[in-house]
């Protein structure tokens, strides 16, 4: 792997696994649903198969594939105000096929609600649907800036829970020490990816941010196993390099982009074109950030508290100040929030946000409409004239 880029790396490493995923299947071993913040190091120390909804409907939409699985979720009586991701997801299980491939039908389901509280209902309707366990775990929304020890003990409560589960359905007795090895490399991998997406505060940015969405799908599917740390020392390697030699990914850098909320997988290609022919580039995100899990090892509560950290668990100020971090840390002339119909989690702050960010930075920020997976909810036409209206806006200020 180590001849190969980052960019080839990946594409690698996730053809890779999911055909590793579809042989284990057939050779027998157990394989989880699981969502993309849980602690998959549970599982690993299970030997347990992972394969993440969220990611798999996400390669969907990037395939052009996701119509044809939301139109069978909606034919059964799926609503189109649910989570695009769900009704791709929902789709597949009827179809059990897709543009992106199949992947193995799960003998068990491990939900952490962290994300959002869509995830509940939809894993309730995945166990009942194809008749198989499912491990929830419940972190509760953080409304004060720290955890409460009482929800830090009622999380550990959980995971502990959580193992007896695994233990019955494994017919075996937990792992502890692979659990301890999955807990340190999951603390490797995160901070790699941190370290890695920090590059972006050099001038010129090494990278496409773009690019980062892509990489992200080895922090969500591999955290907590030698392929991750192995994936993102090669990453932050490369990008080392690059800032050594002060090479940018543009000839020309005029605008720095922060972008906040998932992407547009289903039109990459217009969120490329649209900043590369600007010469803007996006520096840094506020969502793969969210992978940045790390916690000490030797206590269940720092890991439950990381866990409940995500920044769509976390109150407004939080949010307000991780992102006033990244505007100043970043350099950033102007902020893209992306309001995505499917997730209102994600979503429901941005206006407020806008408005704060301004007021304290100067900074303009611009709201796109779209979807994480449904196309029907974008407008490309918009999309570039929000973008160009944001453009027009920071040369202005600098006038």
């Not at 994300?115 to 491990?135: A, F, G, M, Q």
């Not at 990816?193 to 001038?203: A, P, R, V």
């Amino acid at each position: 792997m180590n001849k190969l880029t980052a960019k080839e790396a990946v594409k690698k490493l996730q053809a890779e696994y999911y055909e590793e995923a579809n042989r284990a299947h057939e050779e027998g071993k157990l394989v989880a649903w699981v969502t993309s913040i849980a602690p998959r190091e549970f599982l690993e120390a299970m030997d347990i198969v992972t394969i993440y909804p969220e990611n798999h409907a996400a390669a969907i939409a990037a395939k052009k594939g996701s119509m044809e699985m939301i139109e069978i979720a909606e034919s059964m009586g799926y609503s189109a105000d649910i989570c695009s991701y769900a009704r791709v997801n929902l789709g597949y299980v009827e179809k059990g096929d897709s543009a992106a491939g199949k992947v193995p039908y799960p003998d068990l389901l491990f939900c952490c609600n962290n994300i959002c509280d869509t995830v509940t209902k939809w894993y309730e309707i995945l166990s009942r649907r194809l008749n198989v366990p499912l491990i929830m775990i419940d972190l509760p929304f953080g409304f004060t800036p720290q955890p409460t020890d009482h929800q830090l003990e009622y999380v550990v409560g959980q995971f502990k829970n959580a193992i007896s589960q695994l233990e019955a359905i494994c017919k075996k007795p937990f792992n502890y020490q692979r659990f301890e090895e999955s807990m340190h490399l999951s603390n490797q991998a995160a901070l790699l990816w941190k370290e890695s997406m920090e590059f972006g505060k050099h001038k010129p940015c090494p990278f496409n941010g773009l690019d980062f969405f892509n990489y992200m799908a080895q922090i969500v599917c591999s955290r907590g196993n030698e392929k991750a740390v192995e994936f993102f020392t090669l990453l932050r390697d490369e990008l080392a390099e690059k800032v050594a030699r002060g090479e940018g990914y543009l000839a020309e850098e005029k605008y720095r982009i922060l972008w906040d909320g998932i992407p547009l997988w289903y039109n990459l290609r217009i969120m490329n074109n649209t900043f590369k022919e600007n010469n803007a580039v996006m520096v840094g995100s506020t969502y793969p950030d969210n992978w940045a899990v790390t916690y000490d090892t030797t206590d269940l509560k720092s890991m439950a508290k990381a866990y409940m950290g995500n920044f769509s668990n976390r109150e407004f100020t939080f949010r307000f100040h991780n992102m006033l971090r990244m505007v100043r840390d970043y350099s950033i002339d102007g902020v893209v929030m992306h309001s995505n119909r499917s997730c209102k989690n994600q979503d429901f702050a941005q206006y407020a946000l806008a408005r704060e960010i301004t007021k304290v930075t100067g900074v303009p920020v611009t709201i796109v409409d779209g979807d994480q997976d449904d196309p029907r909810a974008f407008s490309e036409a918009q999309y570039v004239t929000r973008i160009q209206a944001l453009f027009e806006t920071i040369d202005r200020s600098r006038n």
